[in-house]
């Protein structure tokens, strides 16, 4: 005996169909067989789309490619300078992007960057409390910022409302230009104390500026700058990178988190989420570099508590990232986005030479930044 079947005998739908009954119940068919086509030629149906498709339409992120297949940037020697000597104030040249690429792509440019990836390779795979060569210059230069630290200490914040911006600030860097030329007499050789006329003021703007009572990485530009003057008269030697980086550089920064806590130091240009952070770019830079060939820590690590507990003090890196985890409220992936994608990296060769390419573009090659860098016969304009 054949088993019944369950299914409805439909006609073509090019064809009116007569009732039929259902082959199971007996019963006649009431619903109309389905028509030629749900949609018209005008209006056919849409596209298949997963519910976490992509955004499309949007225009290619040309600059964000542009950054992803430059070279990494190489380091230099510092070529030093030779009498006799022509020191003089140093002025602003940037006004347009033209006269940035004319800055960029000259010896000028090229050596400055080296510069700084001289000074993240130097760092490479050791801790800030590692020992290294310190000399007598260096020991200097950190005596002074610890002199500055104190001047924080001395000059209390005054009561205001305002959320950025505390006046007593002012006060402080003014301090800092009374004494600037003095604190610059105190490393450098007899033969040299006529270049104060041109350090002194990249020196002055290392540290925000008074007028708005901002920072940002154009002013930490501007302290990798008055490094640079210090290399090209010799006065820092490529031995003494090392501490420049792990002795000067970390002095300076726990100086700045100072001042910015202080005196609530508005952030000068920043991108807000969209940015690395807030105020620094380049301990970044070294802190990836100190962590390269580490063996436990990655990229990834940025987000286990115990570690940034643990190793902050020893690298810039985790430092930055328990900084900002102390001063932004919130997910981690929604104040610094950026930050949480890097840690999404495999490694941390690739974090340092994609931050060099990132500092590049996002500081060195930008006008609202650079139209403030100076020029003299150290930094020339070529």
Known sequence: MEPETQNH??????????????????????????????????????????????????????????????????????????????????????????????????????????????????????????????SQTINTIVSILNELLQWAEEIPPLQQSA?????????????????????????????????????????NDSFGNSSRIDYGTGHETNFASWLYCLARMGVIKEEDYHAVVSRVFAKYLELMRKLQLVYCLEPAGSHGVWGLDDYHFLPFIFGSSQLIDHKYMKPKSIHNQDILDNFADEYMYLSCIAFVKKVKKGLFAEHSPLLDDISGVPNWNKVNSGLLKMYKAEVLEKVPIMQHFLFGSLIRWE
């Open 9 to 134: 005998d439909h006609q073509s739908p090019e064809t009116t169909p007569s009732p039929k009954c259902c082959a199971k119940c007996g019963g006649p068919t009431t619903f109309p067989p389905p028509p030629k086509s749900l949609y018209s030629d005008i209006s056919p149906p849409p596209n298949y789309r997963p519910v976490r498709a992509p955004a499309i339409n949007l225009p290619p992120n040309n600059h964000s490619q542009a950054i992803i297949l430059a070279p990494v940037p190489q380091s230099q020697k510092v070529p030093t300078i030779t009498a006799p000597f022509e020191f003089q104030t140093p002025s602003k040249k940037i006004q347009s992007p033209d006269d940035i690429r004319h800055f960029i792509d000259s010896d000028t440019g090229k050596n400055f960057l080296g510069f700084v990836v001289a000074l993240s390779e130097s760092i490479r795979g050791h801790k800030i409390s590692d020992p290294c060569h310190e």
């Open 163 to 203: 959320r950025y911006g505390n006046l007593a600030y002012r006060t402080w860097h003014s301090r800092l230009t009374d004494n600037s030329e003095s604190l610059m007499l105190r490393f450098l050789p007899n033969e040299l104390q006529a270049a104060v006329i041109e350090i002194v003021p990249y020196f």
